[in-house]
C-alpha cells in the first residue's frame, strides 16, 4: 500500500511558478511509476506528466511541454511538479498518482493506470 500526500497549491498570478509536491508512504515507492494529473469541474481528469521508477524516462502532456518539470527524491519519497509561466488555463486540481512497475521503466499516462491517487492540491492561476 502507498499512501500519497499533494501540498503546494495555490493561488498565483499568469507567468508566475508554484512547486507540487506529493509525498508518499511505504518502502516500495523506488519501484513506483508516478504520475501527475489535474481535473476542473465538469471534466475529465487530464494527464499532465508522468515519470518511471528510475527518473530516467519522463513525459509530457502538450500543454506543459517546456513549462512543467516532473521530478522525484528518492531519500525523501517525494516527486515534484514544478509549474513555470503558468496560465489561466491551468487552473485546475492537481492529482499525484502512482503504481507499481518493478524494473520496467516505462512511465504510464491514463488515470485507469493508476493504482494510487493523492487527495488533490488547488491551483488558481489568476489572468
Known amino acids: 500500500q502507498v499512501q500519497l500526500v499533494e501540498s503546494g497549491g495555490g493561488l498565483v498570478q499568469a507567468g508566475g511558478s508554484l512547486r507540487l509536491s506529493c509525498a508518499a508512504s511505504?518502502?516500495?515507492?523506488?519501484?513506483?511509476?508516478m504520475g501527475w494529473f489535474r481535473q476542473t469541474p465538469g471534466k475529465e481528469r487530464e494527464f499532465v506528466a508522468a515519470?518511471?521508477?528510475?527518473?530516467?524516462?519522463?513525459y509530457y502532456a502538450d500543454s506543459v511541454k517546456g513549462r512543467f518539470t516532473i521530478s522525484r527524491d528518492y531519500a525523501k519519497n517525494t516527486v515534484y511538479l514544478q509549474m513555470n509561466s503558468l496560465k489561466p488555463e491551468d487552473t485546475a486540481v492537481y492529482y499525484c498518482?502512482?503504481?507499481?512497475?518493478?524494473?520496467?521503466?516505462?512511465?504510464?499516462?491514463?488515470?485507469?493506470?493508476?493504482?494510487?491517487w493523492g487527495q488533490g492540491t488547488q491551483v488558481t492561476v489568476s489572468s
Open positions: 511505504g518502502r516500495t515507492f523506488s519501484r513506483y511509476a
Open positions: 515519470i518511471d521508477w528510475s527518473g530516467d524516462s519522463t
Open positions: 498518482a502512482g503504481r507499481g512497475s518493478g524494473y520496467s521503466k516505462t512511465y504510464y499516462v491514463g488515470a485507469i493506470d493508476y493504482d494510487y
